[in-house]
């Protein structure tokens, strides 16, 4: 099966039985160990609604060197499932194995922290995404003003009032 041919398969599965057939014949055509393909298989898993996250998560452990996109998706899908805290301990697995998160792996992490209202975690996210200077990133600024929000320390913006007149004309 080409790499395109394959792709296409994978972005068509519509159910889980689909996807375990594609993922045994790159096991079978010893095609695991392709980044682009794998980091397929581990978002349809963790990320669609016909997914698994379970089955992705066991992709994810046979992955000798997951690259940080592979990271984010893990980290993206449980932020998205009934237990977002994981992504906190796949956060300080991915910083123990030497790897520096992008700004796409801040929005996420903040996400989780608004859903369980964990400010001082949060907080800490926030430091970390300064720190590795993402501190500008859309994604970053929008995650953590609902966070801040959410957690009573900002005030949603259409509750600020002007702080000065109308403007003369």
């Known amino acids: 099966m080409s790499n395109f041919s394959l792709l296409q398969h994978i972005e068509r599965c519509t159910h889980m039985n689909q996807l375990r057939l594609i993922h045994a014949k790159m096991i079978r055509n010893h095609e695991i160990e ?25 992709i994810f452990a046979l992955i000798k060197s997951p690259n940080i996109y592979i990271w984010n998706t893990i980290i993206r899908g449980y932020v ?20 520096i998160p992008n700004n ?7 996400k989780a922290c608004t859903q369980l209202v964990y400010l001082n975690i949060g907080s800490s996210i926030h430091a970390s995404t300064i720190k590795y200077g993402f501190e500008d990133s859309d994604a970053f600024i929008q995650t953590a003003l609902a966070m801040y929000t959410v957690g009573g320390i900002v005030r949603p913006f259409h509750s600020f009032k002007p702080c000065c007149g109308e403007p003369h004309g």
């Open 34 to 58: 392709d980044v682009l393909k794998v980091s397929r298989v581990i978002a349809f898993c963790a990320l669609s609604n016909y997914g698994s996250l379970d089955y992705a998560r066991r």
């Open 80 to 99: 998205q499932s009934s237990n977002p805290s994981e992504a906190f301990a796949l956060y300080k697995k991915l910083l123990s194995k030497g790897l």
């Open 104 to 110: 796409y792996t801040f929005p996420f992490l903040l």
